[in-house]
């Protein structure tokens, strides 16, 4: 029987985070060759997916991949008997990403689940490794102010950041287009505002998937987006931070991409430590990582 402990942010998570960056340092990490995981992308990834992968070979589990478009799904098999068929094969993990929101309420395993994206509800794990390259940068998380900047209405990046950054003693502020975001939010800061007061910038795409918006990407770079003019406003210890993909042109522009303020790689990098930080607990507790 599964116990399900991160459910949901609570006072004793604080410390399983900190278990976990602490891992993610240390950087030496249990071999799993007996542990098979499933990964099961019912949405189009790249990092989580493939960084999840690289996670799991480097110590040494078995792992096998999803993606509906290959599956029986395309016969009308349904998400929860697809899920059901993984568990009947003998799977001691799963990772899913699934466009609903909270699509785990639905199902009950008999193996740990790591939520890799629900909906526009939570990206645990984007978090953690968000938090981890911040902490990195910084030395402590406290006191910090993050600008999340575009789509935040669609982004469960910004979900994850809004409900957990505070926790640390983070504070976020928001900005983007009116149709993006509430501008009637306390959090709300006008795009040139935000820039300057800002210790960590964070980009967010458009998420052309969940919504019918559509915007000229050299106007939308001009009035939200950074680029070689605005990136002048920045604190002069500032980062840029984008969990990805990023619309090259759009909300960044390939030279502040490059910028050396710029630290999207670094979060690609560290992503695939702390999956494997995170894997380690979670196969040793027995616990789920739902919601973040
Ligand atoms: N940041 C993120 O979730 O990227 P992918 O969609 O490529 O996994």
Known sequence: MVVKIIKSFENDNMSMIYEIFELADRNEFKSYPDKIVANLFFEPST????????????????????????????????FIQTIKTFE?????????????????????????????????SSHPTQLLLDLYTIKKEFGSLSGLTVGIIGDVKHSRVAMSARRIMKKFGIKVLISGPPELIDIKDD??????????????????????????????????????????????????????????????????????????????????????????????????KKIDLLKL
Not at 70 to 78: L, P, R, Y
């Open 47 to 78: 990092r989580t997916h493939f960084s999840f992968k690289i996670a799991q070979a480097k110590m040494d589990m078995k792992s096998v991949s999803f993606t509906p478009e290959f599956s029986s799904m395309q016969k009308g098999e349904t």
């Open 88 to 120: 009947s094969f003998g799977v001691d993990l799963f990772v899913i990403r699934h466009k609903e929101d909270e699509y785990y309420k639905k199902i009950n395993l008999n193996a740990p689940i790591i939520n890799a994206g629900d909906g526009i």
């Open 187 to 284: 959090c709300y800061v006008e795009f040139k505002k935000i820039l300057p007061v800002c210790d960590v910038i964070m980009l967010l795409r458009i998420q052309h998937e969940r919504h019918k918006l559509l915007f000229n990407a050299k106007n939308y770079n001009k009035f939200y987006g950074l680029n070689s003019e605005n990136v002048l406003f920045l604190k002069n210890e500032a980062i840029i931070m984008h969990p990805g993909p990023c619309n090259i042109g759009m909300e960044i522009t390939q030279k502040i991409f490059e910028h050396n303020k710029s630290r999207i790689s670094e979060q690609v990098e560290n992503g695939v430590k702390i999956r494997m930080a995170l894997m380690q607990i979670v196969i040793e």
